[in-house]
């Protein structure tokens, strides 16, 4: 045990130079995966990046690698060296790729420490605009009634959508059509042309959408009602209270990355969290902060045990898997 932690400390040490030296960390930029293409996440991230790399004294640069649903992003996040210069942001995939992958190469728990959550997205119910009905009493009625011949879309295997899907007909016991996709941004033209019936999305993605009223919003999948779609009941007040569903997204750093570095950039996440303008925008992009109590690595850690725990059973039952 103590050659093990003797080892872990030269680890350390050998991983950030600067803390080995007692110099200031850090001391140069710093480097934010997004395990996906540019979109609505990268928003969220530029916004809170900005901010964390001013405390910080050293820029955040965002860098997007994409592909197989977000696993090759953090196949190269856990890769990096363990001093903080890269670390990785990333959503409830990082809960949901262990069950749906069955041949992953890396493991969230055991190569990665977390840092921190930033946000959590609602999810929300939204049909073509000449669906027949405006409630999610009378979509969960053409879901059960219409089986096989609803199109429900999603936007790729692990994705947030397809995961409300499941949880959706698991909740009703039905089986519809699911047709997938790459990206929201290929749904809403077969949402809004009616070639596609219904669509589970975060708000961060589907807000313009609801907005401008081309599509028809059912319910939020969230506690509360939210300030930028105030005519979205939750779907407790529609009827549905256990159906709670948010996408959380949370920074992550490579296994043994140092505590300190940890703390440092926890507590920088937590400035730009609390700054108003960083409030604002992403009100303004349909979700919020998380707050202070539950932002720490270690409720960040228990998150993802819980959300693993949670999935797993769901994403088995479906039998839907990407390899």
């Known amino acids: ?13 050998l991983a950030s130079p600067a803390l080995a030296q007692g110099q200031a960390w850090p001391t140069q930029p710093i480097t ?3 395990p996906f293409a540019p979109g609505p996440i990268d928003g969220v991230a ?62 969230p728990v055991r190569d990665f420490e977390p840092i921190g959550i930033m946000n959590r997205n609602p999810m929300v119910w939204i049909g073509r605009p000449n669906f027949p009905g405006n409630t999610l009493a009378d979509m969960t009625e053409f879901m059960r009634s219409g089986g096989a011949r609803v199109n429900l879309a999603h ?20 089986q519809v059509t699911t047709v997938p996709f790459r990206s929201s941004g290929e749904v809403f033209p077969e949402l809004n042309s009616g070639r ?38 939750t779907t407790a007040e529609a009827g549905m209270p256990d159906f709670q569903l948010s996408i959380w ?9 140092p505590r300190p570095v940890i703390d440092r950039l926890n507590r920088a996440l937590r400035v730009a969290l609390a700054d108003p303008r960083v409030v604002q925008r992403l009100n303004e992009l349909g979700t919020a902060p998380e707050p202070a109590a539950t932002g720490t690595p270690e409720a960040l850690r228990d998150l993802l045990a819980s959300e693993v725990a949670r999935w797993r059973p769901i994403i088995q039952a479906a039998g839907e898997f990407a390899d």
């Not at 856990?78 to 001093?83: I, T």
């Not at 994705?159 to 909740?171: D, E, G």
């Not at 997204?249 to 990355?257: E, I, K, S, W, Y």
Request: proline share 6%; charged share 15%; with cysteine.
């Open 1 to 13: 045990m103590f050659r093990r932690t003797l080892l872990a400390a030269a680890a350390a040490a």
């Open 32 to 34: 934010m995966i997004i």
């Open 46 to 107: 530029r916004t809170i990046g900005e901010v964390m790399g001013r405390d910080l004294g050293q820029p955040i640069v965002i860098e997007n690698i994409p592909g197989a649903g977000g696993t090759i992003g953090v196949g190269r996040a856990a890769q990096a060296r363990p001093d903080g210069y890269r670390i990785l942001m990333h959503n409830i995939g990082m809960s949901t790729a262990p069950t749906l992958y069955r041949r992953l190469a890396w493991d």
């Open 155 to 174: 936007a790729g295997l692990g994705s947030s959508s397809q995961l409300c899907a499941m949880l959706m007909q698991a909740a009703l016991r039905v």
């Open 196 to 233: 596609i019936d219904l669509y589970c999305d975060q708000t961060t993605s589907a807000l313009g959408q609801v907005q401008g009223r081309s599509v028809k919003a059912f319910a939020l999948a969230a506690p509360q009602r939210l300030p930028t779609m105030p005519e979205v009941p």
């Open 249 to 257: 997204q949370a920074l992550f750093a490579p296994a043994g990355t």
